[in-house]
């Protein structure tokens, strides 16, 4: 377990050197177009991941990148960590998120956010609320983005469930936009504010896209959060049967 805490420790420290001079490059790029500050501040994210996986060993693996549309979508993924919010924008072409708006208050971080273009709401808003999603999401796919959304809206541990809300649903039937769900194990390396992160592999599962043309928002929502739970169940019990091997291994090595 030293190790592991060490290393978190060292890719902690290296962020902490590396995010706030960058944080403010990134705001003397406000004049810039948002596909050339996207393109500025994924820069720094992929530089993060590579921290992740030289310091920390923390890799990942992708199932289904064929099911990547060519145009721009919404994707409606599993949330576990904070990986996934790095690591997805290595996977998926430019992208928005649409997240809180306290998010953006956060500084460095939240600043550097701000400069994404995100869909920031104020999830108290109700029905308002969805509007500005349907609003500010048109807009932003129109332009060549596309647009990820945690339907939890939280990060769940391992093995848990929260509410899928409507949002992300909301948005493509009312846009006719392809919905393409992602499940994963982040969770397992990287829990919710866990200062280490465990070495290993990631899975990434991108399933095939859903066409919402004649679904309800209700309707898309239940099949969506249907693949994610199942294939997340799937990659657990793959991981689990993995750890199980390496133990055996260990054991009769010893």
């Not at 990434?204 to 679904?215: A, E, F, L, Q, W």
Request: hydrophobic residues 45%; contains cysteine; charged residues 20%.
């Amino acid at each position: 377990m030293m190790l592991p805490f060490l290393r978190s420790a060292c890719y902690m420290l290296l962020l902490v050197i590396i995010t706030p001079p960058y944080a403010i490059f990134t705001l003397t790029c406000f004049p810039l177009s948002a596909h050339a500050r996207y393109r500025v501040t994924s820069t720094w994210t992929r530089m993060i991941l590579f921290l992740l996986q030289h310091v920390c060993g923390l890799r990942y693996r992708l199932l289904g990148a064929e099911n990547i549309p060519k145009t721009p979508s919404i994707v409606l993924s599993k949330h576990q960590s904070a990986w996934e919010t790095l690591a997805f924008q290595k996977i998926f072409p430019p992208q928005v998120w649409v997240l809180k708006k306290e998010l953006l208050r956060i500084p460095f971080f939240g600043w550097g956010l701000a400069m994404t273009n995100p869909i920031a709401i104020d999830r108290s808003a109700g029905r308002s609320a969805l509007d500005q999603v349907v609003e500010q999401g048109q807009e932003r796919l129109r332009s060549g983005f596309w647009v990820v959304i945690f339907p939890e809206g939280t990060r769940m541990p391992p093995g848990k469930r929260g509410s899928y809300r409507i949002g992300g649903a909301w948005l493509a039937t009312h846009t006719n936009t392809l919905v393409v769900p992602v499940a994963h194990n982040a969770g397992e390396f990287w829990a919710r504010n866990a200062f280490v992160k465990k070495p290993g592999i990631i899975t990434v599962s991108i399933g095939k896209p859903i066409d919402p043309t004649g679904m309800e928002a209700n309707e898309l929502n239940a099949k969506v959060e249907k693949w994610i739970e199942t294939e997340v169940v799937r990659i657990s019990q793959r991981q689990a049967a993995i750890n199980s091997s390496v133990i055996q291994t260990e054991a009769r090595n010893q």
